[in-house]
Each structure stands twice: as C-alpha cells, then as structure tokens.
C-alpha cells in the first residue's frame, strides 16, 4: 500500500479514537452536565485534528474525510485510484480507532449505538457543518496553507457547538459512531440521512469555493 493510505490510515485511527474515548471519558467525569460532557469531547477532538493535520497533510492531504477527498477528486486534483485509496485507509483505520477507545475503557468492543440523531434540524446541522469545513479547507488552503491545521480544527471545535448535529461533518466517521453506543455515537438508521446530508454540504461547498476562490478575472 502507498504511504497515503496508511497515513489516512493511522490520522483516522486516532481521530476517530479521540472522538469515541474523549466522548466516553467526558460522559463518566460530567457528572451528568452534559454541556461539560460535550466540551471535553470538542477540546479534545479539535486538539488531535490540530496535531494529524499538521502530520500526515504533507503525505496525503490528512483529509480523514471521505466527503473532503470527494470533493478534491471532482476538483481534479487526485485520481480516481488515489480516491479509492485514501477512503479505504479512512475507513480501514477509523473502525478498529473506535473499537481501540471500546477496549481502553472496558466497553463491549462490539456493539451499535442506539442513540438517535434524526430530523430536519439535525440534517440541515449536518448539511451547514460539512458545507463550512470543506469551505474553510479550501478557502484557507488557496490563501494561507499553512494556517489549514489550525482552521480545520478551529473549525471543528466551533462547529461541535453552534451546529444542532454537533458537527458530524464526515461520512466515515458517522458510520464508525453507529458502531458504539456510547456519549459520541449516532443509532445506524440515522446514518443514511446524515451522510447524504454530508454529502450535499461538501458538494455545495466545492460550487461556493470554485466561485469564490477562483482566480479574478482581469478588468476589461
């Protein structure tokens, strides 16, 4: 395998073990406050995203995010091989990251999430954070590329609080939440509404961005 996946690979691991074990350790140290509970999980998600961007960005993009290599493959900036590479790393490391923050905490390392997320408050949430996180990468990797890191996860710590989702803004990551039920988990039937909604945003986002962020035009 290329060094792309396995560094789409690794940063997923971590990422989306972050998102399940800070999200399990918050829920037991709340106390029940879950506006406490949910602020452990953002520090510690935005923190991580910080630190694997500024890693594996020059391997791969550290995209961790089918939706955001999505868009760059319709960008024409990757091959559909390389496309199909860094989704399966995404995935093929995410999954056993969930499963890792399961073992860490003696959870089942096997379950579903009976969590519900649905409705139209919660989809248009999912739409608008997924639509603002493609939007900040490619604003900020025309115009300051070295500020992505810092943006991605800016963004992401913002997004956890004023979305009414709490920015799942990444269809592997909303799949690997279905598989534990736990303070960061999603019920599988909810998965096909958030992903399309996902989907939708990121696709909006690239329509935004190529308009916005193309180079202007000289005067006539």
């Known amino acids: 395998m290329n060094r792309d996946f396995w560094a789409e690979a ?9 998102v399940i074990g800070s999200g399990i350790m918050a829920e037991r140290l709340a106390g029940g406050n879950v506006a406490v509970a949910l602020l452990g999980n953002t520090i510690a998600t935005g923190a991580m995203l910080f630190v694997l961007i500024g890693i594996f960005g020059p391997m791969s993009g550290a995209h961790f995010n089918p939706a955001v290599t999505l868009v760059f493959r319709l960008r024409g900036e990757l091959t ?7 989704i399966a790393g995404q995935l093929a490391g995410g999954i056993p990251g969930v499963w890792a923050a399961h073992l860490m905490f003696a959870r089942p390392i096997l379950e579903l999430s009976s969590k519900a997320r649905t409705g139209t408050g919660q989809w248009a949430g999912e739409f608008i954070a997924t639509f603002g996180l493609v939007f900040v990468i490619l604003g900020t990797s025309r115009h300051r590329p070295q500020a992505v890191p810092a943006s991605v996860a800016l ?15 990444n269809p592997a990551i909303t799949l690997a939440r279905a598989l534990s039920d736990s303070f960061a988990g999603i019920a599988p039937a909810d998965v096909p509404a958030f992903v399309l909604a996902q989907l939708c945003g990121a696709l909006a986002a690239m329509v935004a961005g190529r308009f916005i962020f193309s180079p202007a035009e000289p005067s006539a």
């Open 10 to 18: 690794i940063g997923s691991f971590f990422l989306f073990c972050t």
């Open 155 to 169: 963004y992401i710590v913002a997004a956890y609080w004023f979305t009414s989702s709490t920015s799942f803004a």
């Open 80 to 86: 559909s091989a390389t496309t199909l590479r860094l």
